[in-house]
């Protein structure tokens, strides 16, 4: 994209859009801190999550959701199931394939680790910021949602 040097409203805008990047990055990489899912590796809990947010699905399905090969996939959902966080049962329609399931340890792990999440975003927002700038956040949040879902 262009920049043209002689708008400030568009000075500003691509001022914006760096500082939030930057910021959101920095939130994202805060907010994995406060995970507190043991000693899995950011792949095995994107798996969980992938598993979370669209259920059951065959290793298949998760390696190319995750853009990994279906061997490594694998190799991560055997780690995940040893550790008891998934399960797999034969697929009703094709009875060569699994399909990985969470199981309802797994599902509490989850639970437990974002509500771990939202507490420290609480304690962080009622500590840090003012009433004013609470209520400032707040509409900012629905600023954010119309970014995200544009």
């Known amino acids: 994209m262009a920049k ?3 708008d400030p409203e568009i000075a500003r805008t691509l001022a914006v859009a760096g500082e939030l990047r930057v910021v959101l990055g ?3 990489r805060r ?10 590796s950011w792949s095995q809990v994107s798996v969980l999550g992938h598993l979370e ?7 298949s399905t998760l390696a190319r959701a995750e853009g990994m090969r279906p061997q490594s ?4 959902v055997a780690v995940l199931e040893k550790a ?3 399960s797999g049962t034969a697929d009703p329609n094709d009875g060569r394939q699994t399909v990985i399931s969470l199981t309802p340890a797994c599902r509490e792990l989850i639970k437990a680790s974002r509500a771990a999440r939202e507490d420290w975003l609480f304690r962080s927002i009622r ?20 970014v ?3």
């Open 4 to 6: 043209p040097q002689n």
């Open 26 to 28: 920095r939130l994202k």
């Open 31 to 40: 907010l994995r801190e406060e995970l507190h899912m043991g000693e899995l």
């Open 53 to 59: 947010r669209g259920g059951p699905a065959t290793v």
């Open 73 to 76: 996939m694998g190799a991560t």
């Open 84 to 86: 008891g966080l998934v």
């Open 127 to 146: 500590t840090n910021l003012t009433p004013a700038e609470q209520k400032q956040l707040a509409n900012a949040v629905e600023l954010l949602k119309r």
């Open 148 to 150: 995200a879902d544009s």
